[in-house]
């Protein structure tokens, strides 16, 4: 059935009965795209594997494709030659589905018009709306994770270079794994995310304003979109209070979409010495991160963002499995008590975050 279904796409899509080869040569790959269309933490792991797919062929183009909520997790990366965009309706609720469908067949036709050489499926499990993508270029030689056994394989076909997955190790190596089977070797592993000097400088006045000693600056994100990722704001108000009023620091507050009420309600128990900074951007959340001398936040993509830029980061996790989701690199804590954050106790994070401190 699959050889028979991959044969009728490539002769809808591509118009020719065969697709490619599995062999690869180095020498003759000129054009690469990686795709992730995830989450901005998600794409952030894939940070390493295009710092190392850069460092292999230099002299290539290396392009990605996101979707436009992820964005801010690559855009500036120096790796990269050019970032395609699309936006997913969940997304963009006041646009229509149809414009939307419309606007990502016009970037498979652009990608296709690129001649790809080498096209990268990056996601740590198979997604058949990524690996479509990848399969959309027609690029002779398309690289990604196979479906899990027991998942159903009539859209492996989209890959003609199957990897099987790694089942039990941080994201990070799950991704750099994938590109290690084109003998592209791994360097510096850290997440890398660029911030504009316009953004620094929101940030860096932000303080200045206030008088805030960004030795002194602990940050706290409020928001997760997962409900039992979400520690309670009670928790985050005697946080807060502990670190002002025993150890004299400052607090700053972000949050996400809709949350704003909740930082509202958290300062108002606090009172003196917490600040709420918005962040409309995850480039502004960022920017505000590196001003701090540690970061609390509940997994995601402001945990990942914080770690991007090197601040000591604690994360708080309930559902997802910190083994795999962890903030990525030395000088990190993940919390995890059963499956709701809200067993991690005040005096869990406070001592996480006095090592962070001493560090």
């Not at 796409?9 to 992730?36: A, M, Q, Y």
């Not at 050489?117 to 690289?143: C, H, K, M, N, Q």
């Not at 590196?290 to 601040?311: E, I, K, N």
Request: glycine share 8%; net charge positive.
């Amino acid at each position: 059935m699959s050889f028979f279904l991959e044969k009728l796409f490539n002769v809808t899509v591509h118009r020719r009965w065969g697709l490619g080869e599995k062999t690869f040569d180095p020498s003759g790959i000129r054009r690469i795209l990686v795709v992730r269309t995830d989450n901005v933490g998600d794409v952030l792991c894939c940070t390493p594997a295009i710092r190392a797919l850069r460092k292999a062929f230099s002299g290539s183009y290396l392009a990605a494709v996101v979707v436009k909520y992820s964005q801010d997790a690559l855009a500036g990366n120096p790796d990269l030659d050019e970032i395609f965009m699309y936006e997913r309706p969940r997304h963009r609720p006041d646009r229509s589905r149809m414009a939307l469908l419309l606007e990502k067949l016009r970037l498979t036709q652009t990608l296709r018009n690129l001649g790809f050489d080498l096209a990268i499926g990056l996601r740590s499990s198979f997604s058949w709306s990524e690996a479509w993508l990848v399969y959309a270029t027609g690029a002779p030689l398309r690289l990604g994770y196979a479906p899990e056994e027991g998942r159903p394989q009539k859209f492996g076909f989209f890959y003609n270079r199957r990897v099987t997955p790694v089942p039990d190790v941080h994201e990070v190596k799950r991704v750099l794994h994938l590109i290690q089977t084109l003998g592209v070797q791994p360097g510096e592993d850290h997440l890398a995310v660029s911030i504009s000097r316009e953004e620094n400088e929101t940030a860096e006045s932000f303080l200045r304003e206030r008088a805030i000693d960004r030795q002194k600056l602990i940050g706290f994100h409020l928001s997760s979109r997962v409900p039992a990722n979400r520690w309670g704001l009670q928790n985050f108000a005697e946080l807060a209070i502990r670190l002002i009023r025993e150890d004299g620091k400052f607090v700053v507050l972000t949050w996400g979409p809709g949350d704003e009420g909740q930082a509202q309600e958290v300062r108002e128990r606090v009172g003196r010495g917490i600040f709420l900074f918005p962040t409309s951007t995850f480039k502004k959340l960022g920017a505000i991160q590196q001003c701090c001398r540690a970061f609390v936040s509940p997994d995601g993509g402001a945990m990942h963002f914080s770690t991007a830029v090197g601040t000591p980061t604690v994360g708080l996790f309930g559902t997802t499995n910190p083994h795999h989701w962890a903030p990525w690199g030395n000088g990190h804590a993940a919390l995890r008590k059963g499956k709701q954050v809200d067993l991690i106790s005040v005096d869990e994070v406070y001592h996480a975050l006095k090592i962070r401190m001493k560090s």
